[in-house]
């Protein structure tokens, strides 16, 4: 069994910073693409951010130059470190992992989401 848990989360006036985990357990042979995504309150769930196994990543548009995506593959952990927090990047953020469980057995998981509140 794979468990996604975010952390980090909180409240933060406009301009802050916060710095979001992403911790993934269980049985794992290898973690390929892992990804941030969004969800404000009536809107559709938004890809923030991901990076690839060897350290590609890709940024959405609104975020690049404030946000920065990392991993440690040794503890299975994602990061996204958020600078110049804007009122609109208020949502829920979810991590979502393509993990191989076994010998090539490639499933996608959700994490439980932590939200991001960022007061003007």
């Known amino acids: 069994q794979v468990q996604l848990v975010e952390s980090g989360g909180g409240l933060v006036q406009a301009g802050g910073s916060l710095r979001l985990s992403c911790a993934v357990s269980g049985t794992i042979f290898s973690i390929t693409i892992m990804t941030w995504y969004r969800q404000a309150p009536g809107k559709q769930r938004d890809l923030v951010a991901s990076?690839?196994?060897?350290?590609?990543?890709n940024y959405k548009d609104s975020v690049k130059g404030r946000f920065t995506i990392s991993r440690d593959n040794a503890k299975n952990t994602m990061y996204l470190q958020m600078n110049s927090l804007k009122p609109e990047d208020t949502a829920a953020y979810y991590c979502?992992?393509?993990?191989?469980?076994?010998?090539?057995?490639?499933?996608?998981?959700w994490g439980q989401g932590t939200q991001v509140t960022v007061s003007s």
């Open positions: 990076i690839t196994s060897g350290g590609s990543t």
């Open positions: 979502y992992d393509i993990v191989d469980v076994k010998f090539g057995n490639f499933l996608s998981f």
